[in-house]
């Protein structure tokens, strides 16, 4: 498949930075250059060739511009033998924060970069984790379902002391 392949910084020409404007910009002009019905007049490879830039470009674009695509993407790069490399920390990406921490902006979220390992850095790394984690759907949806279970639980027993209650109001014992 071409996203195994291709990188989809390189397929649209822009740096790993490149911003939602930046890459709708690019995918645009691409996307004519490479588009099949521009191309139905060429040769059989031309149209071939053509149709693959196009859908490379269109495939890179889908990625790119969803904010979660582009951070799972850069992830599973990073994990399938990407390295960083100098391009990826440019001086404007870098964020310092208030634990004397060092921290880049790529895929649509800061991220700690890969040389600082002060204890400080490490928990806001962890606190940073379980954050995303807790805004999750499926974290929300846990809670919620914990919250029923617990609302019913507590009205089944409210209900049941008060028909103890009601069966027993005249008994003593």
Not at 39 to 54: E, I, R, V
Not at 78 to 103: A, E, I, L, P, R
């Amino acid at each position: 498949m071409a996203s195994a392949m291709a990188d989809h910084y390189k397929v649209l020409g822009v740096t790993k930075a490149a911003s939602k404007q930046e890459i709708k910009e690019a995918y645009r002009k691409l996307a004519i250059q490479f588009h099949p019905d521009k191309h139905a007049q060429s040769s059989k490879s031309a149209k071939d060739f053509a149709t693959l830039k196009f859908k490379q470009v269109s495939e890179a674009y889908e990625v790119l511009i969803d904010e979660r695509k582009r951070a799972a993407y850069n992830l599973s790069r990073h994990k399938n033998g990407g390295c960083y490399n100098s391009s990826d920390y440019t001086s404007s990406s870098y964020k310092s924060n208030n634990y004397g921490g060092n921290f880049y902006y790529r895929g649509g979220s800061y991220h700690r970069h890969p040389n600082s390992s002060s204890s400080a850095n490490r928990f806001v790394s962890n606190l940073n984790a379980i954050l995303r984690y807790m805004t999750t759907r499926s974290f929300v949806l846990h809670l919620a379902f914990a919250g029923i279970l617990l609302g019913g639980t507590a009205a089944v027993d409210m209900s049941g002391e008060a028909l103890w209650k009601m069966q027993n109001s005249g008994v003593c014992y």
